[in-house]
Structure formats: C-alpha cells, structure tokens
Nanobody, 121 residues
Framework: QVQLVESGGGLVQTGASLRLSCTASGRTFSDYAIGWFRQTPKKEREFVTAIIWRGSRTLYADSVKGRFTISRDDAKNTAFLQMNSLKPEDTAVYYC??????????????WGRGTQVTVSS
C-alpha cells in the first residue's frame, strides 16, 4: 500500500504560479511512476503529466507543455508539480497517483484525495 497526500493548492490570479506536492508513505516510493491528473465537476479525470521511476522520462498533456514541470525527490518520497502561467482553464482538483507510467487513470494503483487549484481571471 502507498498513501499519497497532495498539498500546495490555492486561489491565484491568471499568470501566477503554484507548486503542488505529492508526499507518499508506505511502500517504496521510487518503485512507482507518479502521475498528476485533474478533474472538474463537468469533466472526467484528465491527464496532466507523469514521471517515471527515477525520473528519466516525463510526459505532458499538450495543454500544459511549457508551463508545467513535474519532478520527484525519491529521498523525500515526494513528487512536485510546478505550475507557471496559470490560466482559468487550469482550475480543477489536482490528484497525484502512483503506479505504472501512463496517461490514463487506470495506469495508477494509488491516489491521493486531491488539492483544489482555482485560477481567477
């Protein structure tokens, strides 16, 4: 079992930055790829970005390329999502998942409870 806790969300204005954290406990964090997804009440859970174990590969959704950066610190059992140039359409609950390296939710076995990001125009 892996327990995940997201933090760092909040209310910001358009163009601002936020850094989300995903902290894990339980089984070895470095064994898993980490994915970030987001969800609004009107949409299904949407892929944002993922990083493979040991961080040698990453994937990004087209909508966040060049603005968001995923990273991980396995020594601290934590993954990060640096979000720059935020837009109102980035408003969502952001979830991190641990599992296989992929762009669909079913690639991930464990999930946190999410952190709300709201970008005002």
């Amino acid at each position: 079992q892996v327990q995940l806790v997201e933090s760092g969300g909040g209310l910001v204005q358009t163009g601002a930055s936020l850094r989300l954290s995903c902290t894990a406990s339980g089984r070895t964090f470095s064994d898993y790829a980490i994915g970030w997804f987001r969800q609004t009440p009107k949409k299904e859970r949407e892929f944002v970005t993922a990083i493979i174990w040991r961080g040698s590969r990453t994937l990004y959704a087209d909508s966040v390329k060049g603005r968001f950066t995923i990273s991980r610190d396995d020594a601290k059992n934590t993954a990060f999502l640096q979000m720059n140039s935020l837009k109102p359409e980035d408003t969502a609950v952001y979830y991190c998942g641990a599992g296989s390296f992929g762009t669909t939710p079913d690639s991930y076995y464990y999930w946190g409870r999410g952190t709300q990001v709201t970008v005002s125009s």
